[in-house]
Protein backbone atom coordinates (compact mmCIF):
# COMPACT_ATOMS: atom_id res chain seq x y z
CA UNK A 1 0.00 0.00 0.00
CA UNK A 2 1.66 3.29 -0.72
CA UNK A 3 1.77 5.46 2.33
CA UNK A 4 -0.17 8.72 0.99
CA UNK A 5 -2.21 10.19 3.25
CA UNK A 6 -5.39 8.92 1.39
CA UNK A 7 -3.90 5.22 2.40
CA UNK A 8 -3.95 6.00 6.00
CA UNK A 9 -6.99 7.96 6.20
CA UNK A 10 -8.84 5.04 4.23
CA UNK A 11 -7.18 2.72 6.67
CA UNK A 12 -8.04 5.29 10.04
CA UNK A 13 -11.53 5.24 8.79
CA UNK A 14 -11.76 1.52 8.92
CA UNK A 15 -10.02 1.38 12.02
CA UNK A 16 -12.48 3.62 13.66
CA UNK A 17 -15.27 1.37 12.26
CA UNK A 18 -13.71 -1.36 13.51
CA UNK A 19 -13.38 0.01 16.92
CA UNK A 20 -16.95 1.09 17.05
CA UNK A 21 -18.24 -2.70 16.30
CA UNK A 22 -16.19 -4.06 18.54
CA UNK A 23 -17.03 -2.46 21.78
CA UNK A 24 -20.70 -2.71 20.54
CA UNK A 25 -20.31 -6.72 19.78
CA UNK A 26 -17.09 -8.17 20.32
CA UNK A 27 -18.24 -12.12 19.93
CA UNK A 28 -20.60 -10.96 16.63
CA UNK A 29 -19.35 -12.13 12.76
CA UNK A 30 -18.22 -8.97 11.17
CA UNK A 31 -20.73 -7.56 8.58
CA UNK A 32 -19.93 -8.44 4.99
CA UNK A 33 -19.36 -5.13 3.75
CA UNK A 34 -16.47 -4.43 6.49
CA UNK A 35 -15.15 -7.87 6.15
CA UNK A 36 -15.35 -6.75 2.02
CA UNK A 37 -13.55 -3.33 3.12
CA UNK A 38 -11.02 -5.06 5.07
CA UNK A 39 -9.95 -6.89 2.61
CA UNK A 40 -9.72 -4.56 -0.28
CA UNK A 41 -7.01 -3.10 2.13
CA UNK A 42 -5.05 -5.64 2.77
CA UNK A 43 -4.91 -6.32 -0.87
CA UNK A 44 -3.44 -2.97 -1.57
CA UNK A 45 -1.01 -3.32 1.32
CA UNK A 46 0.26 -6.47 -0.57
CA UNK A 47 -0.83 -9.01 2.32
CA UNK A 48 -2.65 -11.68 2.29
CA UNK A 49 -6.28 -10.72 4.29
CA UNK A 50 -7.13 -12.62 7.12
CA UNK A 51 -10.12 -13.92 7.78
CA UNK A 52 -12.06 -12.46 10.97
CA UNK A 53 -14.48 -14.38 12.37
CA UNK A 54 -15.77 -12.01 14.95
CA UNK A 55 -15.59 -8.29 15.40
CA UNK A 56 -12.88 -8.47 18.04
CA UNK A 57 -10.53 -10.23 15.26
CA UNK A 58 -11.73 -7.48 12.60
CA UNK A 59 -9.53 -5.25 15.11
CA UNK A 60 -6.91 -7.05 15.05
CA UNK A 61 -6.79 -7.26 10.80
CA UNK A 62 -7.81 -3.20 11.10
CA UNK A 63 -4.80 -2.72 13.58
CA UNK A 64 -2.25 -5.03 11.73
CA UNK A 65 -3.12 -2.76 8.39
CA UNK A 66 -2.38 0.39 10.38
CA UNK A 67 0.99 -0.38 11.37
CA UNK A 68 1.22 -1.41 7.40
CA UNK A 69 0.57 2.19 6.16
CA UNK A 70 2.39 3.60 8.60
CA UNK A 71 5.59 1.55 7.64
CA UNK A 72 6.09 -0.59 10.68
CA UNK A 73 6.61 -4.23 9.87
CA UNK A 74 3.94 -6.65 9.99
CA UNK A 75 3.34 -8.03 13.40
CA UNK A 76 2.26 -11.32 11.69
CA UNK A 77 5.45 -11.82 9.67
CA UNK A 78 7.78 -9.90 12.06
CA UNK A 79 7.64 -11.94 15.10
CA UNK A 80 8.87 -15.98 14.88
CA UNK A 81 7.59 -18.61 16.16
CA UNK A 82 7.29 -19.46 20.26
CA UNK A 83 9.37 -22.02 19.80
CA UNK A 84 11.74 -20.44 17.35
CA UNK A 85 12.69 -17.74 20.44
CA UNK A 86 12.98 -19.62 23.27
CA UNK A 87 15.54 -21.20 21.06
CA UNK A 88 16.99 -18.17 19.97
CA UNK A 89 17.37 -16.82 24.17
CA UNK A 90 18.93 -20.42 24.91
CA UNK A 91 21.45 -20.11 22.22
CA UNK A 92 22.36 -16.50 23.38
CA UNK A 93 22.68 -17.69 26.86
CA UNK A 94 25.24 -20.72 25.46
CA UNK A 95 27.59 -17.95 24.69
Known amino acids: MHRTSAARDDVRT???HAIRVARAEPDDPP??????????????????PRHARTN???????LR??????????PIVASPPYDARRAQAAAAGRR
Open 56 to 62: RELLDGA
Open 14 to 16: FLE
Open 31 to 48: LPHLVAWQRRLAVEAGVL
Open 65 to 74: LQRLVRGLPD
